[in-house]
């Protein structure tokens, strides 16, 4: 069973920074795109940053220039570097993942369990 791990949550002040990570484990042939999204209470889903297996990215208006997509794809990691955040990042963060597992040559999008980001002073 391919699972999504996130870490790297918690409280931080306006401006300040944190790093979160996904782990992926499992039996996979390959992980495809990775991303994050966030949900905010009351909130819709969206989407925060994403990134290919090529490194191409893409970023939500609203995190472009402070936030950082990256991927180590020998740890099956990606990660979300959160610069400058503001109080209206505060949600709770979902890794996702495209993934075609050892068992199928179809990709399946995972979803991370998710993990609290809030920002206040």
């Known amino acids: 069973q391919v699972q999504l791990v996130e870490s790297g949550g918690g409280l931080v002040q306006p401006g300040g920074s944190l790093r979160l990570s996904c782990a992926a484990s499992g039996n996979m042939f390959r992980i495809n795109d990775m991303g994050w999204y966030r949900r905010a209470p009351g909130k819709q889903r969206e989407l925060v940053a994403r990134i290919s297996t090529g490194g191409i990215t893409n970023y939500a208006d609203s995190v472009k220039g402070r936030f950082t997509i990256s991927r180590d794809n020998a740890k099956k990691t990606v990660y979300l570097q959160m610069n400058s955040l503001k109080p209206e990042d505060t949600a709770v963060y979902y890794c996702?993942?495209?993934?075609?597992?050892?068992?199928?040559?179809?990709?399946?999008?995972?979803w991370g369990q998710g993990t609290q980001v809030t920002v206040s002073s």
């Open positions: 996702n993942a495209d993934v075609v597992p050892s068992y199928s040559r179809s990709s399946f999008n995972y």
